[in-house]
């Protein structure tokens, strides 16, 4: 499933007009049309912002969505997004680690899978805290 299907999915499960959504979720309706219809990628606060909205977590709200070959590509990189979905580890990641995370990258390269990334994490983290 792509994002763009998951966020009108989860809009239309609960009867809600995009204006609804847009206003609780403090983007543009016009911003939010674009994103069910796979104009546009959101950033980490979007998706953060979308997800208090529903009143379910990122990784409630990208679970079966596809991350490579479909629009969603640049919404989150593929290790990053599946180690927000691990449950021992995700759970660790508040929303400004995942927005920090998601800025990584080096001589544009970024890690390549969820150990990479946890690591990234955990250095950062013993680092800065």
């Known amino acids: 499933m792509k994002l763009c299907e998951r966020l009108r999915e989860l809009r239309q499960e609960r009867g809600l007009r995009l204006k609804d959504i847009a206003g609780a979720a403090q983007i543009s309706v016009p911003y939010l049309s674009d994103l069910e219809r ?73 890690p390549r899978d969820k150990q990479d990334w946890f690591e990234i994490y955990l250095h950062l983290k013993r680092i800065l805290d």
Do not use: C
């Open 38 to 110: 796979g104009r546009t990628n959101p950033s980490l606060e979007t998706l953060q912002s979308l997800a208090s909205t529903y009143g379910i977590t990122v990784h409630d709200l990208l679970e079966g969505v596809e991350f490579y070959g479909d629009q969603t590509a640049g919404a989150l990189p593929q290790g990053l997004a599946d180690l927000i979905a691990d449950p021992a580890l995700g759970a660790q990641l508040t929303p400004d680690w995942i927005r920090t995370l998601a800025r990584i990258e080096l001589r544009g390269k970024r």
